[in-house]
């Protein structure tokens, strides 16, 4: 089926180019080709997608190294952590009291996949990378966590604590060699690692869907 049809690309494309026949209708040399083709097309997509990783990586690179001394210090990486956390803060505080409730905390992402078998996904994902993937802890949990003077509400000052704490957590994750400051490489391979597991993720997300969908069929 797939040499039949490559033959007839062959025949369609040395009657386009004048080509000899004899060589337009050796499947073989026609399907060698069109490996060729195939794999050219593959290092094309591959040295295009390389290509716009390192792009990227230079733009988030430049964008934090502040000081242009060619590393990141946690400093530069912490220096909008405010900034970004204030948005985020007023998102959440949806009534704007400037604080976050527990109603408002629970709002946050429960319209994303909720229907879904979360202990399959996690269990599918520590498959595919080979590696422990330690349980989140439920929404409320997390919620009491955050509200440390516990007084039933994030203000801001526990939000911006969390925030950093765990953007400082990233930072010394990806300073691989631990010196303290972030390089290109470093930045480059965190962003690879990162892109692979969320790839790895979205797979396992689809997967339950689909697996569920299946289960149940479309209609409700
Ligand atoms: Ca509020
Ligand atoms: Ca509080
Ligand atoms: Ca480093």
């Known amino acids: 089926m797939k040499l039949g049809k490559l033959a007839l690309a062959g025949i369609a494309l040395s009657l386009a180019g004048g080509m000899n026949v004899e060589y337009a209708y050796s499947a073989e040399s026609e399907n060698d080709r069109a490996t060729h083709v195939a794999a ?128 400082t957590d990233r930072f010394h994750h990806i300073d691989a060699d631990g010196d303290g400051a972030i390089t290109k490489q470093e930045l480059a391979q965190a962003l690879k690692q990162h892109r692979e597991r969320r790839g790895i993720v979205r797979e396992c997300v689809a997967d339950q869907r689909e697996t569920s969908q299946l289960m149940e069929g479309d209609d409700v």
């Open 40 to 167: 050219d097309r593959v290092t094309d997509r591959a040295r295009h997608r390389h290509g716009k990783l390192r792009l990227k990586v230079y733009r988030i690179f430049n964008a934090l190294d502040t000081d242009g001394s060619d590393t990141i210090t946690l400093d530069e990486w912490l220096s909008n952590i405010t900034q970004k956390a204030e948005k985020q803060f007023d998102r959440i505080d949806t009534d704007d009291d400037q604080l976050i409730s527990l109603e408002e905390f629970l709002a946050v992402g429960s319209d994303r996949g909720d229907d879904i078998d979360r202990d399959a996904v996690r269990a599918c994902v520590a498959d595919a990378l080979g590696q422990d993937v330690p349980e989140r802890p439920d929404r409320e949990t997390r919620f009491d966590e955050i509200d440390t003077n516990d007084d039933g509400y994030i203000d801001f000052d526990e939000f911006l604590d969390v925030k950093t704490d765990k953007a």
